[in-house]
């Protein structure tokens, strides 16, 4: 019992190297050899589905991309997925970016599912109007007068020859409003400064750090539902049917957390044992 | 052979696997990357903000494109002699003839240009104060925002979402985890009353509030646990397919080329191993 | 009650404004009436209780269990002969975290002068090293120790977060301190922080407002200012009116919304049995 | 003084005050100030302080070699990481693609060019080609950075007798055309940088799991309790471990709490020992079904904690978090507050 408890002590003061190996190959596993782990949609993700869902036919939908390369992975599946939905649906979709790098991300989104997928044209099924600084203020800008904020859209071609722009002036005319966010400026302020003064419809994904920030938002009704981290794109792939990048890393995101549960518990034991110890030499 | 492409993605990998170098040990790869990370990061920010704000809608409003055969007044002539001026230095930003991005002249934005050559101006120690009223500006507008979105969405909009539905159109079940939230989110706003002493029953209600805002707090953890663990999936995903025969191997053969120049590195370096890096007990 | 420039600016901002409204309010969003009236009140009440702690009329309050904690720790240090190492997050004085820090280490400064125990206290920015130094040479002067101050005690590392964290580490594997506090602004750095300390076996105490950080530090420190505690710990420090009467106008307002709650649902009770006519609801929702 | 410290404070209290209760008003000349140019003023402020930053960046990384601080040699790369991309921002367009009008006289030479700029089959280009009308040109995919290796491309062209054009990006979009230069440091500098920066907290939070989140009190045990339940039932393995194991870890744990309470192991072991046997019967009598009773399946117990009591302490942050911000911008307005020009 004592070269137990002697053994687990020891191991609880290993060095950390060996612990960041360890997660390594427990993160890197999965992605070579998939386990096919069933995924099952929570509550919130639910909800925004719904929200999208009953969207009547042809609606004018505001994506707003506030997420860079170092969120890509949790957020951009999930603006991979709900821009599947839109187009699916034959919604318009307009991509405003709080964020420089997000113009770089929507891009990338656009071009996957727009323009690859679907085959739509620029400008009348959807336009990227990129990026503009200012944080808060540029949502207050689209609220009250979206052309005195972009007069030209990313790829510098004047808002009035843009077809689908057409009757287009503020924040009323669209029927929907998604903020894929990763911190500030992003969902907060789109429901501070947006969704609550004017009262259109929001829905939301975010990175996992940022969803108890948010959460309350939701349950007070003020965003309709919320897709959260990895794992909520990966719920909503599985509710569209289009499994994508989220769905393949839940595998290894499961592992991990296992992982992780396993060594803060084998972590209390050595702590618990090592203290026994000192109070019995003491 | 060597495409932008594939020069990109042995950059990209051998910055990928500098950065992760800092979890052996600081090293010189890591500051390496760290610093251009810093380098490259001001460049890139600068670039965005001039090409998407200040040249189409501060430029653009100072000195919109001119029509033809639109005539302009003395004052005029010399407003855009000025214009010339920067279109000789910086074409790109200054085409001839103005800037085209559809705004008509709105002079009134000489005050936000003003305001912003005084804060560049402070990088000088002899102005270090000019940044203030810029600054003062972006303050004092947050302020006024934050101010009034604050009180609606995070203290009316959430009174209203505590106001939960008693009777009517309600299970059991829903009333029941309405009221915990109720008691939960009362004894939360208690614990962080600080004019009164938490003693008796008002201490209870303190600690009960603390229970519930430790139970938010372990899902903020499971939830940031959760947020990098797929970081770093999402990193692995892309050394992965760098890792490709298309790209040469190029994950391999670096992380190879790091880890032998790492260890002739430590070799050379093993007194400051001593202290740094090897956990203590 | 004896607030006669508050009430008289009260009154003629209130006189104002009925004066306004009967005249017809023109240019005015009806629909967002309630939300001035919360603007106005709450503006009203904090101003109130501010002034009220600036006239010397003494605010109750509570003491803060983190607080106590930062004598043992230093006790400790001095009992084991041993440094205190003070952490003041990473950003810079624009941030209110930032400033309450500066504040709480000129305090910590007092107990390590008087206990004659060492203090290091490495920055991120160069503007809370100036800060922090003199609060730090006040400190050891109210103490009546001006000997024991040295500058290099406030020194600055670097600005990256990153490089940073490695410098902070690097002193505590070699210095070794038997307390260590975090008091300030922190992000990701938090937990690399908070494990090295961990693993030194000191004690360790932090204060922060950033909500996803502060449950590394719950896990990892034995104390913890949580989110408003660690303001309300600064004005407690610094016994500055203005803070302390912020905090108490906060108090107030904070009751004031439990109020309002309570009463809605009464209110949404009443509405949905049909025994009133009046929808609650409504007027809770600002556009 | 009074222009170093009246007039900011002055700035402050109006500009608040117009911003505050421009909210309420509905007079258009001021509701379009208040609404559409102030904003632009706070954005293009925003961007000035972007150039600052990385003025006195450059003056910090500069002071550092010059003066040959410790690392200073890492400052090079600084600074040359930022004349990099801002040669890429500002000096070069970096992306320039090729439109051929027509084939001219000799498709077949024109479609080998071709098929060398593009790659693939020298038929499938002469198919291209082919395509070409009046007012629809062939736009090659590929993009350059140099004007100078466009320019090859394009004499080649027109030396097989094309009618070749250079199109180059138009200054500003040439940031997000796709493939310019600019692009490519952003997906190939920037990306795995910033990416990789964020993907080191995983290592560190699993290192930190392992050494330091330590059960001290009762409050820590509530937060790495809530936290496990989260972890575990947020994601697919979740819902497959069965709620009998849920009930099994429960009245062990049920019996660390006796143990740590009363210190008497005949309650400890006969606790354990009851719930032990309770739990197995009522896992007889149901036949084990993995997701019932439904309080201790994974997914449904991280679901509740995630809506109820996690919402409730996350409502009263927010609300304290609101009541903060409000009272600091009143404060500012109000001219109260200075710290922000550091008084």
Known sequence: MKKLADLVIKLGNVDRRWIFIIIAIVVMYPLFKPLGLPIRPSESSQEVFNTIDALPQGSKVLLSCEYGPSTKPEIHPMAIGVLRHLFEKGHQVYVTCLWPDGQFMAREALEQVAENEYNLTYGEDYVLLGFRPGNEAVIKGIVSDIRKMYTIDSRAIPIADIPMMNGITNISDFDFLFSASAGYPGTVEWVQLAADPTGIPMSTGVTSIQVNEVMPYVDAGQIKGILAGMPGAAEYEKLIGKPGIGTSGMDAQSIAHVVIVLFIIFGNIAYYLERQRSKKTF | ?281 | MNDKKFWFTFGIILIAFIIYWLLGHPFFIVERVTMLYAILLAAAMLIFYINKAKRGEKIYLRAIPGLKAFEEAVGRATEMGKPVLYVPGIQDMDQVETVAGVIILGHVAKMTARYETALNVPVARSIVMKAGRESVREAYIVEGRPDLFHEDMVHYLTDDQFAYAAGVNGIMMREKPAAVFYQGKFYAESLILAETGNSIGAIQIAGTASPAQIPFFVTACDYTLIGEEFFAASAYLSEDPQLIGAVKGMDILKVMIIAIIALSIFLRVFNDLGWINFDILKYLTIQ | MFWKRQIPIAIVALVGTLTLFGWFVDQPDIKSFVDDDATQWYDILASFAIFLGALNLLKLQMQKIIKRKKGWQYSIFAIGGFIFAFTVGFLMRGAYTVNINSAGETPQVVAQVVAGEIGGTIQASEVLLGLIEEDAPLMLEKVHFTGKSVNKVANQLKESGADAKIIPASWGAHLTTNGSFFNWMFFKVFTPLSATMFALLAFLVASAAYRAFRIRNFEATLLLGSGIIIMLGRVPIGSKISSWFVLYVIVLLLGVIVNSWKRNRILTFSTVGIGIILVTIAGIYMGWPIDRPAFAYLPKLQDWIYLVPNIAGARAIMIGIGLGVFATSIRYILGIEKSYIGE
């Open chain 2, 1 to 281: 052979m060597f495409s932008a492409e594939i020069v990109g993605a042995w950059i990209a990998v051998f910055l990928t696997l500098a950065i992760f170098s800092y979890l052996y040990r600081d090293n010189p790869f890591y500051k390496i990357a760290e610093h251009i990370f810093v380098g490259v990061s001001a460049g890139y920010w600068a670039s965005m903000y001039f090409w998407t704000q200040i040249q189409p809608n501060l430029f653009g409003r100072l000195w919109p494109a001119l029509h033809e055969g639109l005539s302009l007044g003395f004052l005029g002539k010399l407003w855009y002699a000025i214009y010339n001026f920067f279109n000789l230095i910086y074409p790109p930003a200054f085409p001839d003839g103005g800037v085209a991005t559809g705004h008509g002249m709105q002079l009134t934005y000489i005050i936000p240009l003003i305001l912003g050559i005084m804060m560049l101006l402070s990088v000088f120690s002899k102005f270090s104060w000019f940044a203030r009223w810029g600054i003062c500006y972006v303050v004092g507008m947050a302020a006024g925002l934050r101010a009034y979105g604050f009180l609606n969405s995070n203290v009316i909009g959430q009174v209203k979402g505590s106001v939960i539905p008693l009777v009517g159109d309600v299970s059991t079940g829903a009333i029941i985890n309405g009221i915990i939230l109720l008691i939960g989110t009362i004894s939360g706003l208690l614990y962080f009353y600080f004019s009164k002493e938490h003693k008796g029953w008002f201490g209870t209600v303190g600690k009960i509030g603390i229970y519930f805002l430790m139970i938010s707090f372990g899902a903020s953890f499971g939830f940031a646990v959760m947020g990098r663990i797929s970081l770093l999936i999402g990193r692995f995903t892309d050394l992965k397919s760098f890792g490709g025969a298309a790209y040469h191997h190029a994950s391999l053969w670096i992380l190879a080329a790091m880890v032998i120049l790492l260890g002739i590195w430590s070799f050379f370096n093993k007194e400051e191993k001593a202290t740094k890096g090897v956990p203590i007990k």
